[in-house]
C-alpha cells in the first residue's frame, strides 16, 4: 500500500495461543501511532508454522491495523524470514517483531519520531527498556551507542533484535542466516555490529519498553547448550576498521561500567506504571509485583575488558596476515615449547610463511620463558584479557584467526587452552588444516602401577575428524596412536627436532666422578625418585654428589626437599645445559615419569656428556646400551631405584675408554638423526606433504 510509514515484520514459527497477546499489542500500538497520523502495516512471515498457529493466524481479527498480510514460507531461518518480510514490505521504516512478546503503547510513534528527528543521519532506533517476564524477571535499560561504546559491542550484544530502521538501509545491510551453523549465532546481534561497521549510529527512544516473554523451551533459552556460539564474524571485527571505528568515536561520552540504579525510577514514574499497566491488561504476567526481587540493569554495565583486549591485537597485527598459526598455553621452558619453537624457526627461514604463536594460559612471573625466533608474532591472550573477560579466551583466539588468519593452518598441543578452544568451536576448525603436536601421554603410579590418565586419548579420540596431522618428536607413541585410533593411520609425521644449545668443551677435574640432574621440578620429572635415589646411595656408601639444577613451572618445589641428603647439592635454575659447568667427570643423570624425547637429552648428547636415563617415551630411539646407561623402566619406585643405582655403579667403576665409546656412539647417531640440516628438510618436505593433500581434497 503507497504512503505506509512503518511495517512490523512479525516473525511466526509455532507460537499458537500466545500470538494473541503479541497481535493485541501490536495493534494497540499501531492505533497509538494513528493519533498522530502514523499509518503501520502488518507483515506476517510464518516460517515453517504448525498447523494451530496458521489458523490462529487465518482467523484472527485484524481490524485497527492499516493493512495485514499473511506470508507462509518454508526457510527455517529467523533471519531469511525477517529479509522475506523485508523484502515485500512497503514502509518506509521497518520494525521487526517477535510472536510471543508485547510493545509498550507508545512504541511506533515513540522510534518512528526519533527517526523524524534525525532525517539526514543514518541511525538505527532502540527501546529504552526490557521488560523480561514469565519464568524470568527483570529489567535492562539501554543507552545509546555513544555512551555504551564500541569496545562493549564486542564483549556481549548491548542492545536486542526489536529497533526501528530505514528500509532500503536493511535491504542494503540484510539479515544472515546463522540456522544451520554450530558455531555462529544471533542475526539481531550480528546485523546491528554490520550497521555500526556501515556507519549507522544506535539511538534510543526514552520511556519505550519491549516485554520480553521467557519461556522455557524456547529458542533462546536453549541456544549453545552443547556448546558454546558466537557473533558472525563481519566488517565490525576487520582489524583496521575497528581501529577507525573507535578512533571516530568520542570516548568522552562513554560512560564507564558501572550499576545505575534505575529500580525506584522505573517502578514509580508515572508514565512508565501506565504502559506496564496497559500491558497487563493484555497480558496478567506482566505487573509490577513481580519486580519486586527483580534484577534490574543497563547495557553500561557490560565490561570493556574484551574490547579493549581486541584493539590491542589490532594494533599489534594491524596489516598483517599468517599463514600458520599455533597454540600454545604459554612459554615456559618446557620441552614441548622448545620442540614448538624449533618448528616455527624453521618454517619462517621460508619467506612465504608467516607464524602467529596464540598463548592462553597464565605463567606464573617469576618462571623463565623460551627465546622466541626472530620474525615470530606472539598474543598473550591471558595478559589481554583479565576478570571476567579470561573466560572468553577461545572465542578471542577464533575472532584473531578470522581476522588475521582466514586460511591459515593451525598447530596445537595439549593443555587446558585448546580444551577449551576445541570444546567450544571445534566446528569451526573442520574446514581448516589443524596439525597436532603430541609428544607423550600422562601416568602416574597407583599401587605400584602405571596408569595412564587418558585425557590426551580422549582429546584426540573427540577430534580424531577434525586434527588432520600428527607429528611427534618420537616414532613409539605414533605407532600406539594409530593402534588404538586407527583413523589416524597414514596420518601421522615423526620429526626428530634439533638442540639449539652450543656445545662447550668440558672442562677437566681431577678427582672422582659425580651425577648431575637437571630438569623442570616438577612431579612428572620425578624429584621424588631422585630423592629416593639419593638416599639409597647413602646407605650403599657410593661416595658420589649430585649436583640439582632446576626449578618449578607446573608445581611447587622447595629447595629444602633435598636437606636430608647431604650427597645433593641444589645450585639454583639453569638455562639450558650450556650453562651449566660440566666436566669430563660428569654424568648427565636425568629421572621421568613419562615422556616424549627430551630436549634435554638431545642438549647432552650434543654436549658429549655421558647419560644416565630411565627408558620411557621415545629415550631408546636416542639412547641405547651402546651409546649410554639406559634404566629399563619399572612402576616400582625400589626396584627403579635398583635399577638406577646398578647404572650409577657402572659409570663410576667404567674406564674412561668405555665411557668415551658411548660418547662417541652417541654422537654419532645424534648427528645422523638430529642434524639441523636434516630437520630443515625434513620439515620442508612435511609442509609440501600438508599442500599436496590439500591441493587433492583429501583433507
Given at each position: 500500500?503507497?504512503?505506509?510509514?512503518?511495517?512490523?515484520?512479525?516473525?511466526?514459527?509455532?507460537?499458537?495461543?500466545?500470538?494473541?497477546?503479541?497481535?493485541?499489542?501490536?495493534?494497540?500500538?499501531?492505533?497509538?501511532?494513528?493519533?498522530?497520523?502514523?499509518?503501520?502495516?502488518?507483515?506476517?512471515?510464518?516460517?515453517?508454522?504448525?498447523?494451530?498457529?496458521?489458523?490462529?493466524?487465518?482467523?484472527?481479527?485484524?481490524?485497527?491495523?492499516?493493512?495485514?498480510?499473511?506470508?507462509?514460507?518454508?526457510?527455517?531461518?529467523?533471519?531469511?524470514?525477517?529479509?522475506?518480510?523485508?523484502?515485500?514490505?512497503?514502509?518506509?521504516?521497518?520494525?521487526?517483531?517477535?510472536?510471543?512478546?508485547?510493545?509498550?503503547?507508545?512504541?511506533?510513534?515513540?522510534?518512528?519520531?526519533?527517526?523524524?528527528?534525525?532525517?539526514?543521519?543514518?541511525?538505527?532506533?532502540?527501546?529504552?527498556?526490557?521488560?523480561?517476564?514469565?519464568?524470568?524477571?527483570?529489567?535492562?535499560?539501554?543507552?545509546?551507542?555513544?555512551?555504551?561504546?564500541?569496545?562493549?559491542?564486542?564483549?556481549?550484544?548491548?542492545?536486542?533484535?526489536?529497533?526501528?530502521?530505514?528500509?532500503?538501509?536493511?535491504?542494503?545491510?540484510?539479515?544472515?542466516?546463522?540456522?544451520?551453523?554450530?558455531?555462529?549465532?544471533?542475526?539481531?546481534?550480528?546485523?546491528?555490529?554490520?550497521?555500526?561497521?556501515?556507519?549507522?549510529?544506535?539511538?534510543?527512544?526514552?520511556?519505550?519498553?519491549?516485554?520480553?516473554?521467557?519461556?522455557?523451551?524456547?529458542?533462546?533459552?536453549?541456544?549453545?547448550?552443547?556448546?558454546?556460539?558466537?557473533?558472525?564474524?563481519?566488517?565490525?571485527?576487520?582489524?583496521?576498521?575497528?581501529?577507525?571505528?573507535?578512533?571516530?568515536?568520542?570516548?568522552?561520552?562513554?560512560?564507564?561500567?558501572?550499576?545505575?540504579?534505575?529500580?525506584?525510577?522505573?517502578?514509580?514514574?508515572?508514565?512508565?506504571?501506565?504502559?506496564?499497566?496497559?500491558?497487563?491488561?493484555?497480558?496478567?504476567?506482566?505487573?509490577?509485583?513481580?519486580?519486586?526481587?527483580?534484577?534490574?540493569?543497563?547495557?553500561?554495565?557490560?565490561?570493556?575488558?574484551?574490547?579493549?583486549?581486541?584493539?590491542?591485537?589490532?594494533?599489534?597485527?594491524?596489516?598483517?596476515?599468517?599463514?600458520?598459526?599455533?597454540?600454545?598455553?604459554?612459554?615456559?621452558?618446557?620441552?614441548?615449547?622448545?620442540?614448538?619453537?624449533?618448528?616455527?624457526?624453521?618454517?619462517?627461514?621460508?619467506?612465504?610463511?608467516?607464524?602467529?604463536?596464540?598463548?592462553?594460559?597464565?605463567?606464573?612471573?617469576?618462571?623463565?620463558?623460551?627465546?622466541?625466533p626472530q620474525g615470530l608474532d606472539i598474543i598473550d591472550?591471558?595478559?589481554?584479557?583479565?576478570?571476567?573477560?579470561?573466560?572468553?579466551?577461545?572465542?578471542?583466539?577464533?575472532?584473531?584467526?578470522?581476522?588475521?588468519?582466514?586460511?591459515?593452518?593451525?598447530?596445537?598441543?595439549?593443555?587446558?587452552?585448546?580444551?577449551?578452544?576445541?570444546?567450544?568451536?571445534?566446528?569451526?576448525?573442520?574446514?581448516?588444516?589443524?596439525?597436532?603436536?603430541?609428544?607423550?601421554?600422562?601416568?602416574?603410579?597407583?599401587?605400584?602401577?602405571?596408569?595412564?590418565?587418558?585425557?590426551?586419548?580422549?582429546?584426540?579420540?573427540d577430534y580424531r575428524n577434525h586434527i588432520d596431522y600428527?607429528?611427534?618428536?618420537?616414532?613409539?607413541?605414533?605407532?600406539?596412536?594409530?593402534?588404538?585410533?586407527?583413523?589416524?593411520?597414514?596420518?601421522?609425521?615423526?620429526?626428530?627436532?634439533?638442540?639449539?644449545?652450543?656445545?662447550?668443551?668440558?672442562?677437566?677435574?681431577?678427582?672422582?666422578?659425580?651425577?648431575?640432574?637437571?630438569?623442570?621440578?616438577?612431579?612428572?620429572?620425578?624429584?621424588?625418585?631422585?630423592?629416593?635415589?639419593?638416599?639409597?646411595?647413602?646407605?650403599?656408601?657410593?661416595?658420589?654428589?649430585?649436583?640439582?639444577?632446576?626449578?618449578?613451572?607446573?608445581?611447587?618445589?622447595?629447595?629444602?626437599?633435598?636437606?636430608?641428603?647431604?650427597?645433593?647439592?641444589?645450585?639454583?635454575?639453569?638455562?639450558?645445559?650450556?650453562?651449566?659447568?660440566?666436566?669430563?667427570?660428569?654424568?648427565?643423570?636425568?629421572?621421568?615419569?613419562?615422556?616424549?624425547?627430551?630436549?634435554?637429552?638431545?642438549?647432552?648428547?650434543?654436549?658429549?656428556?655421558?647419560?644416565?636415563?630411565?627408558?620411557?617415551?621415545?629415550?631408546?630411539?636416542?639412547?641405547?646400551?651402546?651409546?649410554?646407561?639406559?634404566?629399563?623402566?619399572?612402576?616400582?619406585?625400589?626396584?627403579?631405584?635398583?635399577?638406577?643405582?646398578?647404572?650409577?655403579?657402572?659409570?663410576?667403576?667404567?674406564?674412561?675408554?668405555?665411557?668415551?665409546?658411548?660418547?662417541?656412539?652417541?654422537?654419532?647417531?645424534?648427528?645422523?638423526?638430529?642434524?639441523?640440516?636434516?630437520?630443515?628438510?625434513?620439515?620442508?618436505?612435511?609442509?609440501?606433504?600438508?599442500?599436496?593433500?590439500?591441493?587433492?581434497?583429501?583433507?
Amino acid at each position: 500500500m503507497p504512503g505506509m510509514d512503518v511495517s512490523i515484520i512479525l516473525n511466526v514459527h509455532r507460537e499458537q495461543d500466545l500470538l494473541y497477546p503479541t497481535l493485541r499489542s501490536l495493534r494497540d500500538t499501531v492505533e497509538h501511532a494513528h493519533l498522530y497520523n502514523i499509518k503501520s502495516e502488518l507483515v506476517i512471515v510464518a516460517d515453517h508454522a504448525d498447523e494451530r498457529t496458521l489458523s490462529l493466524l487465518k482467523n484472527y481479527d485484524y481490524s485497527g491495523f492499516d493493512s495485514v498480510r499473511l506470508e507462509n514460507i518454508k526457510v527455517r531461518s529467523l533471519g531469511l524470514a525477517r529479509n522475506y518480510g523485508i523484502g515485500v514490505a512497503v514502509g518506509d521504516y521497518i520494525v521487526p517483531a517477535d510472536a510471543d512478546d508485547l510493545v509498550s503503547r507508545n512504541f511506533i510513534h515513540a522510534l518512528y519520531q526519533k527517526q523524524q528527528e534525525a532525517p539526514n543521519e543514518k541511525i538505527v532506533v532502540f527501546p529504552e527498556y526490557y521488560h523480561s517476564f514469565g519464568d524470568d524477571n527483570y529489567v535492562c535499560r539501554f543507552y545509546p551507542l555513544d555512551q555504551v561504546g564500541l569496545y562493549r559491542m564486542l564483549g556481549e550484544h548491548p542492545y536486542v533484535s526489536r529497533f526501528m530502521a530505514r528500509r532500503q538501509d536493511l535491504l542494503e545491510v540484510a539479515y544472515r542466516d546463522c540456522s544451520a551453523s554450530a558455531v555462529y549465532a544471533y542475526e539481531d546481534y550480528d546485523i546491528n555490529l554490520r550497521l555500526i561497521a556501515a556507519g549507522f549510529n544506535l539511538v534510543v527512544a526514552e520511556d519505550t519498553i519491549i516485554f520480553y516473554r521467557q519461556r522455557r523451551g524456547s529458542i533462546m533459552a536453549s541456544l549453545g547448550k552443547d556448546r558454546k556460539r558466537m557473533v558472525p564474524n563481519s566488517r565490525f571485527f576487520e582489524g583496521d576498521v575497528f581501529l577507525d571505528l573507535v578512533q571516530r568515536k568520542n570516548q568522552t561520552s562513554i560512560i564507564p561500567q558501572k550499576h545505575i540504579d534505575f529500580k525506584k525510577s522505573y517502578t514509580s514514574t508515572l508514565y512508565l506504571q501506565e504502559l506496564v499497566h496497559q500491558a497487563n491488561m493484555i497480558e496478567p504476567e506482566i505487573h509490577p509485583y513481580s519486580l519486586r526481587d527483580a534484577q534490574f540493569f543497563t547495557n553500561v554495565g557490560i565490561s570493556e575488558s574484551f574490547g579493549l583486549g581486541y584493539e590491542k591485537i589490532c594494533s599489534a597485527l594491524k596489516g598483517k596476515t599468517y599463514t600458520d598459526v599455533f597454540f600454545l598455553p604459554f612459554l615456559s621452558k618446557g620441552g614441548g615449547e622448545k620442540y614448538v619453537l624449533n618448528f616455527i624457526e624453521t618454517a619462517l627461514k621460508d619467506n612465504n610463511k608467516t607464524c602467529l604463536l596464540i598463548l592462553g594460559q597464565r605463567l606464573c612471573s617469576s618462571k623463565e620463558r623460551c627465546k622466541v625466533p626472530q620474525g615470530l608474532d606472539i598474543i598473550d591472550l591471558d595478559t589481554l584479557l583479565n576478570g571476567s573477560a579470561a573466560a572468553r579466551i577461545p572465542e578471542m583466539a577464533v575472532r584473531i584467526i578470522e581476522n588475521f588468519a582466514a586460511t591459515a593452518r593451525i598447530f596445537m598441543k595439549f593443555c587446558p587452552f585448546c580444551e577449551d578452544v576445541m570444546h567450544s568451536y571445534a566446528d569451526f576448525f573442520q574446514k581448516r588444516q589443524l596439525v597436532y603436536f603430541y609428544f607423550c601421554a600422562s601416568y602416574y603410579i597407583m599401587n605400584y602401577t602405571l596408569y595412564e590418565d587418558g585425557a590426551e586419548y580422549r582429546f584426540l579420540s573427540d577430534y580424531r575428524n577434525h586434527i588432520d596431522y600428527v607429528v611427534s618428536d618420537h616414532s613409539l607413541n605414533l605407532e600406539q596412536l594409530e593402534y588404538r585410533i586407527p583413523v589416524y593411520q597414514g596420518r601421522t609425521q615423526t620429526l626428530y627436532t634439533y638442540s639449539q644449545s652450543v656445545a662447550p668443551a668440558l672442562r677437566h677435574q681431577e678427582g672422582g666422578r659425580c651425577l648431575i640432574w637437571a630438569s623442570r621440578l616438577d612431579s612428572q620429572k620425578r624429584p621424588d625418585l631422585l630423592h629416593k635415589l639419593a638416599v639409597e646411595l647413602l646407605a650403599e656408601n657410593i661416595d658420589t654428589k649430585i649436583y640439582v639444577y632446576g626449578s618449578a613451572v607446573l608445581d611447587q618445589f622447595e629447595p629444602t626437599y633435598f636437606d636430608d641428603c647431604p650427597n645433593v647439592i641444589y645450585k639454583g635454575s639453569f638455562s639450558g645445559l650450556e650453562s651449566i659447568p660440566f666436566t669430563d667427570k660428569s654424568a648427565f643423570l636425568y629421572t621421568s615419569l613419562f615422556d616424549g624425547l627430551p630436549n634435554v637429552l638431545l642438549e647432552a648428547a650434543q654436549m658429549n656428556i655421558p647419560i644416565i636415563t630411565v627408558d620411557v617415551g621415545g629415550v631408546s630411539e636416542l639412547i641405547s646400551e651402546n651409546s649410554g646407561f639406559l634404566v629399563r623402566n619399572s612402576a616400582d619406585d625400589t626396584e627403579l631405584v635398583v635399577r638406577y643405582v646398578t647404572k650409577i655403579k657402572e659409570f663410576l667403576s667404567a674406564s674412561d675408554a668405555e665411557i668415551q665409546n658411548k660418547i662417541q656412539c652417541l654422537h654419532e647417531h645424534f648427528e645422523q638423526q638430529h642434524a639441523r640440516s636434516t630437520y630443515a628438510l625434513n620439515v620442508a618436505a612435511f609442509y609440501r606433504q600438508l599442500e599436496e593433500q590439500l591441493v587433492k581434497g583429501t583433507l
